[in-house]
């Protein structure tokens, strides 16, 4: 089975500080891994994927995750908040369920806050 | 891009009656749709996928004859949340994948259930 696990539960930042969301998962074959985010009272939307190639993976908005395999992690960065990027970030895996199907996992999610 | 409906929003029901909740592609044919359930301060968890046009598979501890999923066509899937108790309340949310190959899930807004 494959799990995944987002370090923070709650970070606050100020606005222009750097951001890194920690993400890690267990699962032992080939992922896809994902970002998504979902703004106050706003469905999910995808920031950024990661299937194959370049380990560093940029999405929008600025935000941009290294995918490091050695270390089953995916951790999601920003170099500069804005009040704007304020949300619930979730990190998801990707991989064959063995019934058939390929499940998306995700992770409890990440409540960034950004003060003015 | 491939946009996702549900409906409705919210839904404020009296315990013992069955909700219905619709899921949507507007923009292109879904093969295959998943509902979650999102609880509070926790992650979304998987409840069932449904592919158009068979039965759902639905994840261990989710009872089928109370959630019950139709995928009667490429753009629609339903889930009927019957009998329900003040224990279902919660936020239902359903994504769809485009075409066979596309790992991309497309996320709908969610619906808020309370039971009373």
């Known amino acids: 089975a494959q799990s995944v696990s987002q370090h923070n539960h709650h970070v606050i930042l100020s606005e222009a500080a750097s951001l890194e969301l920690g993400c890690n998962y267990s699962y032992g074959g080939t992922v896809n891994l994902f970002w998504y985010v979902q703004y106050p009272g706003q469905h999910l939307q995808l920031l950024l994927k990661?299937?194959?190639?370049?380990?560093l993976v940029k999405g929008i908005k600025g935000f941009e995750a290294e995918f490091i395999k050695s270390k089953f992690s995916f951790n999601l960065r920003k170099p500069s908040v804005q009040w704007s990027d304020t949300a619930e970030y979730f990190c998801a895996v990707k991989g064959y369920s063995g019934a058939g199907s390929y499940q998306l996992t995700f992770g409890k999610g990440t409540k960034l806050s950004v003060i003015p | 891009g491939a946009v996702v409906s549900q409906h409705p929003s919210r839904v404020i029901c009296k315990s013992g009656t069955s909700v219905k909740i619709e899921c949507r592609s507007l923009?292109?044919?879904?093969?295959?749709m998943f509902w979650y359930r999102q609880f509070p301060k926790k992650s979304l968890m998987l409840m069932a996928t449904s592919n158009e046009g068979s039965k759902a598979t639905y994840e261990q501890g989710v009872e089928k004859d109370k959630f019950l999923i139709n995928h009667a066509s490429l753009t629609l899937s339903t889930l009927t949340v019957t009998s329900a108790h003040p224990e279902d309340s919660s936020f239902y949310i359903c994504?769809?994948?485009?075409?066979?190959?596309?790992?991309?899930?497309?996320f709908g807004p969610g619906t808020r259930l309370t039971v009373t």
């Open positions: 994504s769809a994948v485009q075409g066979a190959s596309d790992y991309e899930q497309y």
């Open positions: 923009d292109f044919q879904a093969t295959t």
């Open positions: 990661y299937f194959s190639g370049d380990p």
